[in-house]
C-alpha cells in the first residue's frame, strides 16, 4: 500500500489516560499534516511538519498534544491525560514540497477514531 | 487567520440533476482552493481543485469556479449519480507557505435515485 498509513483505526481510552497514534506518509512526502474532525464537522488543523521540524501548531493543541516527526518519516501524535472533548477523528495526510502543481495535493489517511469514555 | 464558509449544510437532488454547493473565504492571500468528496467512514479524497490564475476548471461532470474578487468560489456537478452521495468539503490556502489549509464545515449531498 502507497498511500498514507494510521494507526490504530480505532482507540478507546478512560478519561486521563495516555494515547499515541502514529501517521505513516507517503515515501517521498517531506510535508506531513495532522487534523482533528468531528461529526459534522470539516478537518481542523492541528500542526505541520516539514521533514522532522515541526512548523506551526495550531491554538487548537493545547500542552496536552504533542506531536513528533523524529527522522522526518513516520510521525506520532500523542495525548496526555486525555478528555471526553478530545473524542475526534484524528487524520494524518502528506504532501510533497515541490514546484510542481501535483504537489499541492495533501493525501489523507484513514483516520484513528478515538473515543474517550 | 483564514475563514472558509461553506453551503448549503445539506442538499438533496433527483438523479441526473445538477448540484452547486458555495464556499467564501476571508483571507485574500489564498490562492489554492481544493474540494474534497468524503464518504462515511473515510478518509476525505481530492475531486477537483483551482488556482487563484483561473477563473473555472472542469473533469466531467465536476466543474469548479473561482471569484476572486468576491472571494467565493463554487463546485458544480452536472447529472448527478447516486455514488455522488457524500459529504463534500471545501478548503482555500496559500501554497507559498507551509500550506495549512482550512476546511469548509461540509455540505451533505444526497442524490436521490
Known amino acids: 500500500d502507497t498511500g498514507v498509513s494510521q494507526n490504530p483505526r480505532h482507540k478507546i481510552t478512560k478519561r486521563g489516560q495516555n494515547v499515541t497514534f502514529r501517521c505513516d506518509p507517503i515515501s517521498e512526502h517531506n510535508r506531513l499534516y495532522w487534523y482533528r474532525q468531528t461529526l459534522g464537522q470539516g478537518p481542523e488543523f492541528l500542526t505541520y511538519?516539514?521533514?522532522?521540524?515541526?512548523?506551526?501548531k495550531s491554538r487548537l493543541l493545547s500542552d496536552r498534544f504533542s506531536a513528533e516527526r523524529p527522522k522526518g518519516s513516520f510521525s506520532t501524535l500523542e495525548i496526555q491525560r486525555t478528555e471526553q472533548g478530545d473524542s475526534a477523528m484524528y487524520l494524518c495526510?502528506?504532501?510533497?514540497?515541490?514546484?510542481?502543481?501535483?504537489?499541492?495535493?495533501?493525501?489523507f489517511g484513514p483516520g484513528t477514531r478515538l473515543t474517550v469514555t | 487567520g483564514e475563514n472558509v464558509e461553506q453551503h448549503p449544510s445539506t442538499l438533496s437532488v433527483q438523479e441526473g440533476d445538477s448540484a452547486v454547493i458555495k464556499c467564501t473565504y476571508s483571507?485574500?492571500?489564498?490562492?489554492?482552493f481544493p474540494w474534497y468528496k468524503q464518504e462515511l467512514g473515510k478518509r476525505p479524497q481530492l475531486i477537483i481543485d483551482?488556482?487563484?490564475?483561473?477563473g473555472e476548471k472542469k473533469d466531467q461532470r465536476i466543474a469548479v469556479t473561482l471569484n476572486k474578487t468576491a472571494k467565493h468560489f463554487s463546485l458544480h456537478i452536472t447529472e448527478t449519480q447516486p455514488e455522488d452521495s457524500a459529504v463534500y468539503f471545501c478548503?482555500?490556502?496559500?501554497?507559498?507557505?507551509?500550506?495549512?489549509?482550512?476546511f469548509g464545515t461540509g455540505t451533505k449531498l444526497q442524490v436521490i435515485p
Open positions: 483551482i488556482r487563484s490564475n483561473v
Open positions: 483571507d485574500s492571500a489564498s490562492n489554492y
Open positions: 478548503a482555500a490556502s496559500f501554497s507559498g507557505g507551509y500550506q495549512k489549509v482550512t
Open positions: 495526510a502528506s504532501s510533497l514540497l515541490s514546484t510542481r502543481p501535483e504537489a499541492y495535493e495533501q493525501y
Open positions: 511538519f516539514q521533514n522532522e521540524a515541526q512548523l506551526e
